[in-house]
């Protein structure tokens, strides 16, 4: 089954702590994007890549940290400087090509801070 | 900036009726558009990809058109059913600095369909 995988599907964090968030996809796609989605809001992108070993900021890149050592995962960190992490996070990925490019979710990690 | 803007943020049909979402943004300037559909829950399903060349998609009861000049798009649901209700998106893709590219999200209409 071609698609993408994000785990876990819920997580709990205390105060002050680090979480990662796993994304892993088999459809050989270049770019992984991570978001977040909160009640009453848009998507918001976190960090993207379009290649192994580089990534970029999104608008709200400020607390979390990400990497890509291999194609397929795009793991995402969130440090204890985000002050507000209790959301819903979602994982892309597609093509580079500029018009075509159709993104592609998973199905969610939702994060609650104790 | 762009900005994506969905009205009405809610929706409710009865079953069988055709219905109209629709979609605007500000900057013409976009190389696609996509619509998703969201269940409570759940991730983004991709509905449908019209790029800045076309005019419209059409995917079973599904039908997207796109009018960059204006900065409209609508999506089409014919026959509607109960299964159709969710959420449903729409987001452009706009050249955010050299090669880079992303896609900026409307907040979504919530679609109730009345059995």
């Known amino acids: 089954d071609g698609g993408i995988t994000q785990s876990p599907k819920y997580l709990f964090r205390k105060e002050g702590q680090n979480v990662t968030l796993s994304c892993e996809q088999n459809?050989?796609?270049?770019?992984m994007y991570w978001y977040r989605q909160d009640p009453g809001q848009g998507l918001r992108l976190i960090y993207y890549?379009?290649?192994?070993?580089?990534?970029q900021k999104g608008d709200i890149a400020e607390g979390y940290s990400v990497s890509r050592e291999k194609k397929e995962s795009f793991p995402l960190t969130v440090t204890s400087a985000q002050k507000n992490p209790t959301a819903f996070y979602l994982c892309?990925?597609?093509?580079?090509?500029?018009?075509?490019?159709?993104?592609?979710f998973g199905p969610g990690t939702r994060l609650t801070v104790l | 900036k762009q900005e994506v803007t969905q009205i009405p943020a809610a929706l409710s049909v009865p079953e069988g009726e055709n219905l109209v979402l629709n979609c605007s943004f500000t900057?013409?300037?976009?190389?696609?558009l996509q619509w998703f559909r969201q269940d409570p829950g759940k991730g983004l399903t991709s509905l449908l990809l019209?790029?800045?060349?076309?005019r419209e998609q059409t995917s079973g009861r599904l039908n997207a058109s796109l009018d960059k000049s204006s900065g409209r798009s609508t999506l089409y649901i014919a026959a509607s059913q109960p299964g159709d209700s969710a959420t449903y998106l729409c987001?452009?893709?706009?050249?955010?600095?050299?090669?880079?590219?992303?896609?900026?999200f409307g907040k979504g209409t919530k679609l109730s369909v009345i059995p």
């Open positions: 892309a990925s597609s093509f580079l090509h500029r018009e075509a490019g159709e993104q592609f």
């Open positions: 459809l050989n796609h270049d770019a």
């Open positions: 890549s379009q290649i192994v070993n580089d990534f």
């Open positions: 900057d013409s300037a976009i190389y696609n």
């Open positions: 019209i790029q800045s060349s076309q």
């Open positions: 987001a452009v893709k706009v050249r955010t600095g050299a090669g880079s590219y992303q896609l900026t």
